[in-house]
């Protein structure tokens, strides 16, 4: 189904529960109102490519995959520009460079590709522009100097730090407050800094590391900062909505935020948080078997991993499993039933493979789960429902019911984005192809011994498949099988 050719729906209208999202910053679920219908903009915080992701890395964009699905069909294919960065200047990469002895940029490419190759696998589409830090040094540069103007960042030795006490809305997004913050102190004092909490927006490099000249000496920028220039150079500022885990609440996205309004001077204006990101939402965690994940535990798992070790679909499935803000906990059992719903599904699919699928929207129930801030699991049971309608379709033989539950299941699954394999594929997926030659020929005996009405051989071949462990389901379009499980 193209979803390009899908006209866009005008949302306050006819939509039966216009999209909310839970806003960070408000702390509460709002209407999504776009600034302008026409160009609606999300910006993701994107992977630091110095390894491969953890599984834990991978909930972002795919949280935030389904929710540009769902923004493109409501406002249409290309009225959402969804830019998700690259993070290739840093000192974990710098690091692993200088022991692998190899050009940063060889390092920062092998794990960008492999990155893109995962999300690919999880059916995560690629965001419409995904700027690397590395290409955007002069605009970086440029909203320093921005800052440092508006009287809101000072220099010293070397490097340029963003004084806290100049933005007195600083700690909004994140609830704290800098008196507290002080009090708790916990962060690096350096004797350039004026207050604990100053941030850094550039820095000198060490030998061997990359370098870009600047106003304030060669170095690079610190972290905060390249999110802020790129998204005001990427996609213009305020944008609609900034998304990323909850650990990127404080200090990353509270210090984007101070950057960004200050950059335009509007440091001691009231309520200027909107000149920034109008629509603020962070994931929970992900643990596993209940921990948190960590080298010392030994528990990291990695994407690049698990989808060589079952489909993508499962993975993604898995994700979005439980409500995005909720944490999530990552385990065998969370895995195999995502494994036997997507079956389940499919099973209902592939049994109705002849029916055809008409272009139609999703169901009423689904949608209001999906614009209720991304209620996934709401939306799943809604998947199940449809699989059901199918199933009772084509035993009762109302062809008609099966094509719009058909239509149906195919619409919500174009906005989860599972479902995007062949169910017969997906359903034979782990059968050698021994198993599956021997299937088919014994297919084909028994069709033709139905046809000869040699009701006893039919039984003879039945019960030898049954013995192979496989479930043979009769269609109108022929036979179908998959191997029980
Ligand atoms: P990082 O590469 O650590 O900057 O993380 C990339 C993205 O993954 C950020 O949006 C993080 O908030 C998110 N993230 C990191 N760890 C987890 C986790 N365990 N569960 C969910 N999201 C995570
Ligand atoms: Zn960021």
New binding site residues.
């Given amino acids: 189904m193209g979803r390009g050719a899908r006209l866009a729906r005008k949302p306050a209208e006819d939509s039966p529960m216009p999209l909310h999202l839970h806003d960070t910053l408000r702390r509460e679920k709002r209407l999504f109102e776009p600034r302008d219908p026409s160009r609606v903009t999300l910006y993701v915080?994107g992977?630091?490519v110095y390894d491969y992701a953890h599984i834990?890395?991978a909930?972002?964009p795919v949280v935030f995959d389904v929710l540009v699905r769902l923004l493109r069909r409501t406002y249409g294919a290309d009225k959402v520009i969804y830019a998700r960065n690259v993070t290739d200047v840093d000192d974990k990469i710098n690091a692993k460079a200088a022991k692998e002895g190899v050009p940063i940029g060889e390092v920062t490419a092998r794990y960008e590709a492999a990155y893109l190759a995962d999300m690919g696998l999880l059916n995560v589409s690629p965001p419409d522009l995904a700027p690397h830090v590395t290409d955007y040094i002069p605009a970086i540069v440029d909203q320093i100097q921005a800052i440092v103007d508006a009287g809101c960042a000072y220099a010293a030795e070397g490097h340029v730090l963003f004084d806290v006490s100049s933005y007195p809305a600083y700690g909004a997004l994140s609830g704290r407050n800098l008196d507290d913050m002080i009090a708790g102190a916990r962060v690096e004092v350096a004797p350039y800094k004026k207050n604990p909490h100053d941030f850094v927006l550039w820095k000198p490099s060490k030998d061997g590391e990359p370098s870009w000249p600047s106003p304030w000496g060669d170095g690079r920028p610190g972290w905060h900062i390249e999110c802020s220039a790129m998204i005001e150079r990427t996609l213009g500022l305020p944008i609609d909505i900034h998304g990323?885990?909850?650990?990127?609440v404080f200090p990353h996205h509270e210090n984007e935020i101070a950057q960004g309004v200050c950059a335009h001077g509007h440091a001691h204006g009231e309520a200027t948080h909107d000149e920034y990101a109008r629509y603020w939402m962070h994931?929970g965690?992900?643990t596993v078997d209940a921990e948190k994940?960590s080298k010392s535990i030994g528990n990291v798992l990695l994407l690049h991993d698990l989808v060589q070790a079952m489909p993508g679909e499962v993975v993604r499935w898995a994700l979005l499993s439980a409500h995005y803000r909720q944490p999530l906990d990552w385990n065998q059992g969370l895995l195999d039933q995502s494994k036997k719903s997507l079956d389940r599904l499919y099973g209902a699919l592939h049994r109705s493979a002849g029916v055809e699928t008409p272009d139609i929207d999703p169901p009423a129930d689904f949608l209001k789960s999906i614009e209720d801030d991304l209620n996934t699991p709401g939306a799943m049971a809604a998947l199940f429902a449809l699989s059901s309608e199918i199933e009772r379709g084509m035993t009762a033989g109302d062809l008609d019911a099966v094509a719009q539950a058909r239509g149906r299941l195919v619409a919500c699954a174009s906005i989860l984005g599972v479902l995007q394999a062949d169910p017969a594929a997906w359903l034979e997926g782990e059968v050698s192809d021994v198993l599956r030659a021997e299937v088919e020929t014994l297919l084909e005996q028994r069709a033709a011994a139905r046809a000869a009405k040699d009701w006893s051989e039919a039984d003879r071949i039945r019960d030898r498949l049954n013995a192979l462990d496989v479930i043979v389901m009769d269609g109108p379009t022929g036979a179908t099988w998959r191997v029980k499980g």
Avoid: A
């Fill in positions: 915080c992977p630091t834990g890395n909930r972002p990323g885990g909850i650990d990127l994931n965690f992900l994940m």
